[in-house]
């Protein structure tokens, strides 16, 4: 059962990573109080929770359904990325506009791609195929519980940066989040290409 779970634990953890999400996370809510970012940590985990859960349950099911394949939703995933960076790069909004607006970032972009992804809902599929439900369920939560504490506690690094570093560490972010979507949309082509997409 043990063997089981850190064969499970480990890949979940390196597809989410949960320190590389960290700065993402405080460009996004870069203008949102500690509340505010509060809730967008408790919301990114729960949606990621929630698809996670239901990937692991019923995952195969629904992307036949659908007639998609994983490199359809990485394309998919890797569009809205890059969109979402460059309006973020070229788009100024009155602040407190953006605050109200900002509060969705818990399920969108934060949730999904960024934490439940292409990558981490491939690894769950797969590990229910080769480890089990269970096995896959406890890892897949306990790597949650540690993205979720890493989330919260992003405000210690936020207080080092300071207003204008805050802002351009943030646009330098974005400038990453264009390039993690146009990667995303290249291995999904090549994936498409290649033939190897279909689960």
Same mark, same amino acid.
């Given at each position: ?15 989410? *990573? ?6 993402? &996370?405080?460009?996004?809510?870069? *203008?949102? #109080? ?13 949606? %990621?929770?929630?698809? /996670? ?7 195969? +099911? ?6 998609? $394949?994983?490199? #359809? ?10 969109? @979402?960076?460059?309006? #973020? ?7 407190? !506009?953006?605050?109200?607006?900002? &509060? ?14 292409? %990558?981490?809902?491939? $690894?769950?599929?797969?590990?229910? *195929? $080769?480890?089990? +439900?269970?096995? $896959?369920?406890?890892?897949? /939560?306990?790597?949650? @519980? ?5 989330? &919260?506690?992003? *405000? ?8 204008? =570093?805050?802002?351009?560490? %943030?646009? !330098?972010?974005?400038?990453? @989040?264009? %390039? ?7 291995? =999904? ?5 290649? =033939?190897?997409? /279909?689960?």
């Amino acid at each position: 059962m043990m063997q089981s779970f850190l064969l499970c634990f480990i890949p979940i953890f390196v597809a989410i *990573d949960p320190i590389g999400i960290m700065p993402m &996370y405080l460009s996004l809510t870069r *203008d949102l #109080d500690r509340h505010q970012r509060k809730i967008v940590a408790r919301d990114s985990v729960l949606t %990621a929770c929630i698809l /996670g859960v239901i990937f692991v349950l019923a995952g195969k +099911f629904i992307f036949e359904i659908l007639g998609i $394949t994983v490199p #359809d939703f990485a394309i998919a995933g890797g569009l809205l990325l890059f969109i @979402l960076s460059i309006l #973020d790069l070229l788009k100024e909004e009155n602040l407190e !506009v953006k605050k109200k607006q900002n &509060y969705s970032l818990g399920v969108f972009p934060i949730g999904t791609p960024i934490i439940v992804g292409p %990558a981490v809902l491939t $690894t769950l599929i797969i590990l229910v *195929d $080769t480890q089990g +439900f269970v096995s $896959t369920l406890i890892a897949f /939560g306990l790597n949650l @519980l540690i993205l979720g504490v890493v989330l &919260y506690k992003a *405000d210690i690094i936020l207080s080092f940066l300071g207003e204008s =570093g805050a802002r351009a560490f %943030a646009k !330098v972010m974005s400038i990453l @989040l264009a %390039a993690i979507g146009v990667m995303m949309i290249r291995r =999904g082509i090549v994936e498409l290409v290649s =033939g190897n997409g /279909g689960l």
